[in-house]
């Protein structure tokens, strides 16, 4: 709230970060997620996680595209973590053996 130009800049640089690190920490457990949910799940969480670190490529090289874009991309992106989420939840790897 001090200074809003410093904050605007540390918020271009951190959704891209973030984008990239959640996306490499999904990819990174997309065997485990294809032995206990099944292939269907395995194919839609591996779109999701790549689009995901295309953004985040985007993002750090475009810090316009960053401040314009944000909301529109981010937003549908958010939605679709979000139905992988539920989609995860109520699938086999919900279920404890």
Do not use: E
Not at 49 to 54: D, T
Not at 60 to 88: H, K, Q
């Amino acid at each position: 709230m001090v200074y809003p130009g410093t904050g605007v800049l540390v918020l271009t640089f951190l959704f891209p970060i973030w984008f990239i690190a959640h996306g490499i920490s999904r990819l990174v457990h997309l065997g485990h997620i294809r032995f206990v949910a099944g292939d269907g799940i395995y194919y839609f969480t591996l779109i999701i996680n790549i689009i995901g670190l295309i953004l985040g490529v985007l993002m750090i090289f475009n810090p316009l595209f960053t401040l314009t874009i944000i909301r529109y991309f981010a937003s549908a992106y958010l939605i679709l973590l979000g139905i992988d989420s539920v989609v995860m939840a109520v699938s086999r790897m919900g279920k404890r053996p």
